[in-house]
């Protein structure tokens, strides 16, 4: 548990804060944001759900970043169903909306 905290604390060091970029498009058809939730689901299922992990976030327009990720289930952030956080301190969903402009997620390394 000391090294766990300890952990956070050193990458605390390394956290930019970003605002939000990314507004969730609108008009579009259900079978868009089918697709947009499936493969929300699968990255969900793919990233490790009990410790943080440092991710490559590739977005539609090109832009690149590093966030810390995790999912998060059945706490004070998550409620009743698993979702996609990131942030080391304090989680902030990954919503559909923001997923949508997401290309590629991958670890950093």
């Known amino acids: 548990m000391k090294t766990d905290y300890k952990s956070i604390i050193e990458d605390l060091r390394h956290v930019t804060l970003f605002p939000r970029r990314y507004k969730a498009p609108k008009g579009r058809s259900g079978d868009w944001w089918r697709e947009v939730m499936r493969r929300y689901a699968n990255t969900e299922k ?64």
């Open 46 to 109: 793919r990233i490790e759900s009990n410790y943080y992990h440092w991710y490559v976030i590739q977005y539609d327009d090109g832009h690149r970043e590093t966030a810390r990720l995790r999912v998060l289930q059945g706490g004070l952030f998550s409620g009743m169903t698993p979702a996609i956080y990131r942030g080391a301190v304090i989680p902030r969903m990954i919503d559909f909306g923001t997923y949508s402009h997401i290309k590629e997620m991958r670890l950093a390394f």
